[in-house]
């Protein structure tokens, strides 16, 4: 039975009554995991199966139930104004809910915490004064080291109080970033958290200018997503899609931090592994295999070995011979080749059709035959031979790879589709003696993935998150999009970060490939992360780079937080490794974000000036403190402080002027508290 304190309750040191709320906490914490460890399955399972799977869920059941030291259990409360319990009656006063990570009962059953994916914490993140929602006090609480040291309350249902910024929020948006990315429920602000409990049957593309938080909504989204429709998810997966293998280092403790094991992680490249990928395509030939007409050579080829029967097929059952005429054949394999199914499964279906029109005839003749002649004869030699002639099997990665190498099996497949010079740019100069050795690129790992679910279906998970999604190619959309056929998607991206040549132009049309085009598309524009200073003058980049978004907006305006400076150029690495020294004399991380090609010259330097450094993904702490970033990698990361050396640099290191801008506006808005320009050669025009 619910027993609420009501909002009258005072004490003397309202802190210290705090503090040993969260005591209790988790102490029933600990006690709920003690009640979980200590279960005896012995006589509930009946067999090893069960008791196999119920060992599981009771595994992952103690697992989320650990109490992280430095993890705050709660970080808000509500005092509402009047009783939303049932069992609360009438005229007893309002209900208090704390607020936090994962729900926390005592030995009674009764709420000491409340998961914040809970109905009634959404009022935590959308209560405001003008729509107070029965909220009459909200109550923030400030952390040092896992201890609760502050609070700060507003007072929603008081006319007399105005709107203040709240320190505390402020305070934990800025809080210095050492380790791997952090949840944000103790942040979560009104617009992100519709965002978050947008309906699961639902897709949800999100336009996000940097520091809007947009990677933290996609994570958190999940999270909600189990809490709400937890067996549903269950049984169909979900999964979240990073750019590249450092992101998804970065970002891996979000979903613990909340209680949630189970969300399968990957990049697109790790979902289509059907092939070693040894090569490297250039920025033409992979635009177009990334293009999605490939999707339509490709089904040429996976049906191009399909022909019709010239002659009648006769199946020998004892002393009975019987005979299905080439007609009646073609009729069949005409109508299997007009359905909208796999090449695979019309292959399988395609005996049993034959086998069917045999027994047809069999009844007619007065026979009674049964599943199992059908069966018998779907699998006789005579209706196999016919199968392997009309209807030959394909193996996906040896149909792409004839593709590439074989230049008339190319053109017959891709004409009216691919014009001669985009057929030879795709081609590969030098082809490999066998599949294991063959050229493969990241490019045709996708067209194998492509010509894999055309054979057969790929299976659907029932939520996805696509986050950096503005990088994807039509086909790699495609690639995702069969993924989650029949769940839902959260889609996270920056048009303006879209740093390959194939970068989508527009949602629209990223939707269109990903099979979700009817998703609702929100925009964040307010940012929590990047300091004003800085994000301006990225901005700069948009009418080049985006000239459709809207310039992002920063509730941080940090005084000092940009800071460009011109060197020489036989001083320009002594310049940066000066600015490294003085940002690692702040608290937190420092990121030293330089072109690909610059790398080698900034590991000899740091290296021969005694400056260790790590590598992106790698976990920062207290005694390391600088990451060495190269611009190419730099994306979905960030860094209390970030040096960038020479911008024009980031630039020329792409293929096109805009794609390199691109680059640019991602390194530049990886900063939360200051960011340090160096160069010797010429800022962007740009850049004004």
Same mark, same amino acid.
Request: charged share 20%; hydrophobic share 40%; with cysteine.
């Given at each position: 039975m619910h027993s609420p304190a009501t909002t009258a309750t005072t004490d003397a040191d309202p802190l210290?009554?705090?503090?040993?709320?969260?005591?209790?906490?988790?102490?029933?914490?600990?006690?709920?995991?003690?009640?979980?460890?200590?279960?005896?399955?012995?006589?509930?399972? +009946?067999?090893?199966?069960?008791?196999q799977v119920l060992?599981?869920?009771?595994?992952?059941?103690?697992?989320? *139930?650990?109490?992280?030291?430095?993890?705050? *259990?709660?970080?808000?409360?509500?005092?509402?104004?009047?009783?939303?319990?049932?069992?609360?009656?009438? +005229?007893?006063?309002?209900e208090r809910f704390y607020i936090g990570r994962r729900h926390v009962h005592d030995a009674g059953g009764d709420p000491m915490v409340l998961d914040w994916r809970a109905p009634v914490s959404q009022s935590f993140y959308r209560a405001s004064r003008q729509d107070p929602m029965d909220i009459e006090k909200r109550r923030r609480f400030g952390y040092t080291g896992g201890e609760l040291t502050a609070y700060e309350d507003e007072n929603l249902s008081d006319p007399a109080e105005t709107?203040?910024?709240?320190?505390? %929020?402020?305070?934990?948006?800025e809080k210095p970033r050492v380790g791997p990315m952090r949840d944000i429920v103790a942040t979560?602000?009104?617009?992100? =958290?519709?965002?978050?409990?947008?309906?699961?049957?639902?897709?949800?593309?999100?336009?996000?200018?940097?520091?809007t938080g947009k990677t933290a909504v996609g994570l958190h989204r999940v999270a909600y997503l189990l809490y709400a429709h937890r067996e549903r998810l269950a049984k169909s997966g979900t999964l979240v899609i990073g750019p590249n293998s450092s992101f998804l280092s970065y970002i891996e403790q979000v979903l613990p931090a909340l209680g949630e094991l189970d969300v399968a992680q990957a990049t697109v490249q790790q979902l289509v592994r059907h092939v070693e990928v040894r090569g490297t395509d250039s920025a033409e030939a992979a635009g177009i295999k990334g293009d999605a007409r490939l999707a339509q050579v490709l089904r040429r080829a996976v049906r191009s070995g399909i022909t019709l029967p010239t002659e009648p097929c006769v199946v020998v059952r004892g002393s009975r011979r019987w005979r299905v005429p080439a007609y009646e054949l073609i009729e069949i394999i005409e109508e299997l080749a007009s359905r909208e199914i796999r090449y695979g499964a019309a292959m399988e279906a395609l005996p049993q059709r034959v086998a069917h029109a045999v027994l047809l005839k069999m009844e007619q003749r007065g026979e009674a035959p049964d599943d199992r002649v059908q069966d018998a004869v779907a699998r006789s030699r005579e209706v196999k031979a016919l199968v392997k002639a009309c209807w030959p099997p394909v193996d996906p990665a040896r149909l792409v790879h004839r593709l590439l190498t074989d230049a008339a099996? %190319?053109?017959?497949?891709?004409?009216?589709?691919?014009?001669?010079?985009?057929?030879?740019?795709?081609?590969?100069?030098?082809? +490999?003696?066998?599949?294991?050795?063959?050229?493969?690129?990241?490019?045709?790992?996708?067209? !194998?993935?492509?010509?894999?679910?055309?054979?057969?279906?790929?299976?659907?998970?029932?939520?996805?998150? *696509?986050?950096?999604?503005?990088? &994807?190619?039509?086909?790699?959309?495609?690639?995702?999009?069969?993924?989650?056929?029949?769940?839902?998607?959260?889609?996270?991206?920056?048009?303006?970060? +879209?740093?390959?040549?194939?970068?989508?132009?527009?949602?629209?049309?990223?939707?269109?490939?990903?099979?979700?085009?009817?998703?609702?598309?929100?925009?964040?524009?307010?940012?929590? @992360?990047?300091?004003?200073?800085?994000?301006g003058y990225a901005s700069r980049l948009l009418p080049a780079i985006a000239p459709g978004l809207t310039p992002a907006t920063s509730i941080r305006d940090t005084a000092g937080?940009?800071?460009?400076?011109?060197?020489?150029?036989?001083?320009? !690495?002594?310049?940066?490794?000066?600015?490294?020294?003085?940002? &690692?004399?702040?608290?937190?991380?420092?990121?030293?974000?330089?072109?690909?090609?610059?790398?080698?010259?900034?590991?000899?330097?740091?290296?021969?000036?005694?400056?260790?450094?790590?590598?992106?993904?790698t976990e920062t702490t207290a005694e390391a403190r600088l990451t060495l970033v190269p611009a190419s990698l730099a994306k979905g990361l960030e860094y209390d402080y970030v040096v960038l050396d020479e911008p024009?640099?980031?630039?020329?290191?792409?293929? =096109? @002027?805009?794609?390199?801008?691109?680059?640019?506006?991602?390194?530049?808005?990886?900063?939360?508290?200051? &960011?340090?320009? *160096?160069?010797?050669?010429?800022?962007?025009?740009? &850049?004004?």
């Open positions: 210290q009554r705090e503090r040993d709320h969260l005591a209790s906490s988790r102490a029933a914490l600990r006690a709920m995991r003690e009640d979980a460890q200590t279960l005896n399955i012995s006589d509930v399972a +009946g067999t090893w199966v069960t008791q060992h599981d869920q009771i595994q992952r059941r103690i697992a989320a *139930l650990a109490d992280l030291a430095h993890t705050p *259990l709660f970080f808000g409360r509500l005092d509402f104004r009047h009783a939303i319990s049932t069992e609360v009656s009438e +005229g007893a006063g309002g709107d203040t910024a709240s320190a505390l %929020l402020a305070a934990e948006i979560i602000q009104p617009e992100q =958290d519709e965002i978050v409990r947008a309906d699961v049957t639902g897709t949800v593309c999100v336009q996000g200018a940097p520091g099996f %190319l053109a017959s497949c891709a004409d009216g589709v691919l014009d001669a010079a985009e057929q030879a740019a795709i081609r590969w100069p030098k082809p +490999g003696r066998s599949l294991k050795t063959a050229p493969w690129t990241a490019a045709d790992a996708v067209l !194998v993935d492509e010509a894999t679910d055309l054979v057969h279906r790929t299976p659907s998970l029932g939520h996805v998150v *696509l986050d950096e999604a503005q990088d &994807l190619s039509p086909m790699q959309y495609r690639a995702v999009g069969r993924r989650c056929t029949t769940g839902s998607a959260t889609v996270l991206g920056d048009l303006a970060q +879209g740093t390959t040549p194939w970068a989508t132009g527009s949602w629209s049309e990223a939707l269109h490939h990903l099979g979700k085009p009817g998703a609702h598309v929100e925009e964040l524009t307010v940012g929590f @992360r990047v300091p004003e200073e800085v994000i937080a940009l800071s460009i400076r011109q060197a020489e150029p036989d001083s320009q !690495v002594e310049a940066v490794l000066r600015a490294c020294r003085e940002a &690692l004399a702040h608290e937190g991380s420092t990121g030293l974000i330089a072109a690909d090609a610059r790398l080698p010259l900034f590991e000899q330097a740091l290296a021969e000036a005694g400056l260790g450094y790590l590598t992106p993904g024009a640099a980031v630039v020329a290191g792409e293929p =096109d @002027r805009r794609t390199g801008l691109r680059r640019l506006y991602v390194a530049l808005t990886r900063a939360v508290s200051g &960011l340090t320009v *160096l160069h010797a050669e010429p800022l962007p025009d740009e &850049l004004g």
